[in-house]
């Protein structure tokens, strides 16, 4: 007897609950909870699957500026493509030119003002040197980041720093001093390396900076590649390689022309000597 109670209150509960549930799901609200559960679960889990796909697949090259060097300085990448060369000087808006680059394009009186005159010889000028307006001491900066490639004393220059930028693209400053960098450091585009100094080999320019910019250790004007990128100047490289091999391509095809048309006349003049003289043998005049 007491068994079969205990299985009407079971039926009875079990309907009670069946009941509430229709209950519960005859209500408006009821579907549009559903959807938006779902919607939740379902967008959570794609943003999980997202995140750690990007932890295992993120490009290694985003990582660069986290990667420090042997000093546990951050290093620097060397080529910003979003870099142009600038002035190398904190204050380069009261900066002067004291003496331009010397272009062998250039008319007579722009040479002449720039040549360098020392011991009695006068030698062309490879650079921009700048100075203040007031002839006052300044800041030398890097023009563009780079890797310092090499540092020399130099009385006669008043001291060189040379920085690359790219295989064969150099930036060089001298009369300068206060050295702050050695051989291997990373610069970084407007960072003071040195101060202004002055040189033997052009002394009237007073406390300034000899800039120079160069592409396979070949001088190029300064003034030229100011505010573009170093991609302007590795463009043009590419393109004189190019002429120069076209160059040599075509002074070799004309060499060879040349040659072969001198072959074909001397066999035409062996011919015609011999058409004259068809008795005289071979070898006998």
Request: charged share 30%.
């Amino acid at each position: 007897m007491m068994t079969e109670v205990m299985k009407m209150r079971e039926e009875e509960n079990k309907r009670s609950s069946q009941s509430k549930v229709k209950s519960i799901m005859k209500k408006r609200w009821f579907l549009p909870a559903v959807y938006i559960f779902s919607a939740a679960v379902l967008l959570t889990g794609i943003l999980v699957y997202q995140a750690s796909d990007n932890e295992f697949t993120q490009d290694p090259s985003e990582n660069k500026q986290n990667i420090t060097s042997e000093n546990n300085e951050p290093s620097i990448e060397v080529n910003n493509s979003l870099e142009t060369f600038t002035i190398p000087m904190s204050e380069a808006e009261s900066a002067v030119i004291k003496k331009e680059f010397y272009d062998v394009d250039g008319d007579t009186k722009q040479q002449e003002a720039s040549l360098v005159v020392y011991n009695n010889t006068y030698q062309p000028n490879t650079g921009i040197d700048y100075a203040m307006k007031d002839g006052k001491g300044f800041d030398v900066t890097a023009s563009m980041s780079g890797k310092v490639k090499s540092v020399q004393e130099d009385a006669l220059l008043g001291n060189l720093v040379v920085v690359e930028h790219d295989k064969g693209i150099e930036t060089h400053y001298s009369s300068i001093k206060d050295i702050k960098v050695k051989e291997g450091d990373n610069l970084k585009q407007g960072e003071t390396f040195a101060k202004g100094g002055t040189s033997a080999i052009n002394e009237e320019a007073g406390t300034h900076v000899h800039f120079e910019v160069r592409k396979d250790n070949v001088a190029v004007n300064p003034l030229e590649y100011l505010d573009k990128p170093i991609s302007s100047l590795k463009a043009e490289k590419k393109e004189a390689d190019t002429k120069a091999k076209d160059s040599a391509d075509q002074e070799k095809e004309e060499t060879t022309e040349n040659q072969d048309d001198a072959g074909n006349e001397t066999s035409e003049d062996s011919n015609e000597n011999q058409e004259s003289n068809p008795n005289q043998e071979p070898g006998n005049e």
